[in-house]
């Protein structure tokens, strides 16, 4: 059947509790994955909290004007992620924390861009496919002849670059990575949805800015600059290994913990 264009357009459909608005599409790429990212959307943004009823596969399947496989692969995808817990004859549901995953201890570049009020986007500058020896001197869990995906790339606000990424993703852990837009959904994301983190490892230091990081950041050269390096693993796999560069003078990093009450 037709793809759904009408990006802006809201359908309202009814179903036994309320009206489902379905999430607008993004018109990129195959139908399947265009609603897989909406519903996704709606859930890690907390419009859909844990619990919440996601509508019967026939109401998207006319609110989208998509084949009934298209949708159920859509949603097989998010069961799989452990986003949404689907059982027979009680529909789907929005999974809790613990049913999916939490992660303590990542930065999230874009929530503090928009929290100054800035429109964010994700641009890919450059990216390829190296072996594990061309980094191990900075990711030296990662084995020398396994195939990684190199990305660079920027977080902006307002389209100015305002953190720089360089993001090394295991291909055989996340194979489907070279086949993902990330500037549509962030690396940082596409992966926890498919690989829980199990282990974290974080880095902060300074360093003095190249000319290159200078000029991308729009600061003075030899500006001095905040380095966040940031490895994770599921299980005992190493996913990822992340540089991100921030200027200092215009970032701070802030951590609490809460010890647990007797």
């Known amino acids: 059947m037709g793809g759904y264009s009408a990006r802006k357009a809201k359908i309202t459909m009814p179903i036994d509790e309320g009206s489902f608005e379905a999430p607008p599409l993004d018109g990129e790429g195959p139908l399947f994955k265009q609603i897989e990212r909406a519903i996704r959307n709606e859930i890690v943004s907390g419009r859909w909290?844990?619990?919440?009823?996601?509508?019967?596969?026939?109401?998207?399947?006319?609110?989208?004007?998509?084949?009934?496989?298209?949708?159920?692969?859509?949603?097989?995808?998010?069961?799989?992620?452990?986003?949404?817990n689907r059982k027979r004859r009680q529909g789907t549901t929005v999974a809790s924390p613990t049913e999916a995953h939490e992660v303590i201890g990542y930065l999230?570049?874009?929530?503090?861009?928009?929290?100054?009020?800035?429109?964010?986007?994700?641009?890919?500058?450059?990216?390829r496919t190296i072996k594990g020896r061309s980094i191990s001197e900075s990711w030296s869990s990662i084995p020398s002849e396994t195939p990684v995906l190199r990305l660079d790339a920027v977080h902006c606000g307002f389209d100015n670059p305002e953190v720089l990424e360089e993001r090394y993703i295991n291909l055989d852990a996340a194979p489907d990575a070279l086949d993902v837009n990330f500037e549509l959904e962030t690396p940082t994301t596409w992966l926890l949805m498919r690989l829980p983190c199990t282990r974290l490892r974080h880095t902060i230091r300074a360093a003095v800015a190249s000319v290159e990081q200078a000029k991308m950041l729009g600061v003075p050269e030899k500006s001095i600059v905040l380095i966040s390096l940031r490895q994770s693993w599921a299980a005992d796999v190493p996913v990822?290994?992340?540089?991100?560069?921030?200027p200092a003078d215009q970032n701070q990093f802030v951590g609490e913990f809460n010890p647990p009450q007797a």
């Open 49 to 84: 909290p844990c619990g919440h009823r996601i509508p019967p596969e026939l109401q998207m399947v006319n609110a989208y004007n998509a084949a009934r496989s298209t949708v159920s692969k859509a949603m097989a995808r998010l069961s799989e992620a452990g986003l949404v």
């Open 108 to 127: 999230d570049v874009r929530q503090e861009i928009e929290r100054k009020g800035r429109r964010y986007n994700y641009r890919v500058l450059r990216s």
């Open 240 to 246: 990822t290994f992340v540089k991100l560069t921030f």
